[in-house]
């Protein structure tokens, strides 16, 4: 499909399938202005809930609603793309019970070089993730399979489920939702064989996260209740407060999605009374959850909800940025999601420009592979005037592939 816009792109696939703008807002319970003026760019598609109900209205996935990866000339932008035929390589050649490679660096160094790896994570550098990724994994399954002893082999599979968590979420900022979901699966399969809750939890977190959202938010809410629920009980140690935290938050947001208000604020007090359990380190906890990083949260439900403006600011100015500096990638969403929800109001698209200016700096090879962010550069360049828009716009524009 020649389109990339998702307005453009909206208009084709409503096409394909004969409907006409009303057909298509009935089934998708949206308004028929609001479909016309996302059609011309004229109002974001940048609400998860507005998506999915129109690409399961049109039954196709929400990948071929929003579009992607857009490979653009821009090397950080394009680059990380480069990463994924090894990973993918790795993923769907390798198990525990019948491994890719028969030899691997002793246990100890790819646990080292796991710890390395986090970082990176972080700071969503795909580049250098990817040199080293792919072969951790394999390497990983080779010890798994045959390990030493009892020690060597949980060893093994913790790092593996580690290492699937980072592949997961790789492969998923990129773009590429199917390996996610093996990775998922994997790191799943690796908790199973422990028998640790923690463990399992960290597995439903990445599994829920990988899961189709297009007609399935509400089951993706359900498997996000499930895995806290279950977790709750075993959740004893610093490591199992976080972990059952960042399932509370995807909770949260899920049921945002499916226009639960009353149980997303549920689950954000949920996942607040937990923080309160942890040091408010981002940097030194799994995900980063953390006091701060439930105001990131709240500011990422809010949005999904339709708040905009200074509704938006006012809950921006709760989160301690400071205390995110090794912390790119949550910095980055956090970021971004304040420039989307400004992007809605008209006087405050200059604003909103600087705020997601502000997170490509942050982490410039998610953000400019990001289709919310790319969308929202859409619709604010589609506005723009030499005055509200300018060089800076242009410049993202391009960066993301976008036409300028």
Not at 245 to 267: C, F, K, N
Not at 300 to 319: F, H, I, M
Request: net charge negative; aromatic share 4%.
């Amino acid at each position: 499909m020649d389109e990339v816009t998702i307005g453009a792109r909206l208009r084709t696939l409503r096409r394909w399938r004969g409907k006409t703008q009303t057909e298509l807002a009935g089934l998708a319970g949206l308004s028929p202005s609001f479909l016309s003026m996302v059609e011309t760019g004229q109002r974001p598609l940048d609400r998860r809930s507005h998506i999915a109900a129109l690409a399961s209205a049109l039954k196709v996935s929400e990948s071929d609603l929003v579009g992607g990866p857009h490979l653009s000339t821009d090397r950080l932008q394009s680059d990380p793309h480069a990463v994924i035929p090894a990973l993918r390589a790795a993923l769907q050649t390798s198990s525990v019970g019948d491994p890719a490679v028969d030899q691997a660096r002793p246990l100890p160094a790819l646990v080292q070089e796991m710890s390395r790896i986090e970082p990176l994570h972080q700071a969503c550098d795909y580049v250098a993730i990817g040199k080293v990724l792919p072969a951790i994994i394999e390497e990983l399954h080779c010890h798994a399979s045959r390990p030493k002893d009892e020690a060597a082999y949980q060893a093994a599979l913790e790092t593996l489920v580690d290492a699937c968590v980072c592949a997961t979420f790789t492969a998923k900022d990129l773009g590429y939702g199917d390996l996610a979901h093996l990775a998922a699966l994997q790191a799943e399969e690796a908790g199973r064989r422990l028998d640790d809750p923690v463990q399992l939890g960290k597995a439903a977190f990445v599994r829920v996260h990988s899961l189709p959202k297009a007609g399935a938010w509400d089951r993706t809410l359900a498997q996000a209740q499930k895995a806290a629920e279950e977790l709750e009980p075993h959740a004893t140690s610093a490591l199992g407060f976080q972990v059952l935290g960042m399932l509370e938050l995807t909770a949260a947001l899920s049921a945002a999605v499916v226009q639960d208000g009353t149980r997303a604020a549920d689950w954000l007090d949920e996942a607040d009374g937990l923080a309160e359990r942890v040091p408010d380190i981002p940097d030194e906890s799994w995900m980063a959850f953390s006091t701060t990083n439930v105001g990131i949260w709240r500011v990422a439900v809010s949005v999904e909800r339709g708040y905009s403006g200074t509704a938006v600011l006012r809950l921006a100015e709760k989160v301690d940025e400071s205390k995110l500096a090794g912390r790119q990638g949550r910095h980055a969403a956090f970021l971004a999601d304040v420039g989307r929800g400004l992007a809605r109001e008209s006087q405050m698209q200059r604003d909103a420009i600087r705020w997601l200016r502000r997170a490509e700096d942050t982490a410039p090879q998610w953000i400019r592979n990001s289709p919310a962010v790319r969308g929202t550069v859409t619709y604010l360049l589609n506005r723009a005037t030499t005055a509200a828009g300018g060089p800076e716009l242009r410049g993202m524009a391009a960066r993301m592939g976008v036409p300028h």
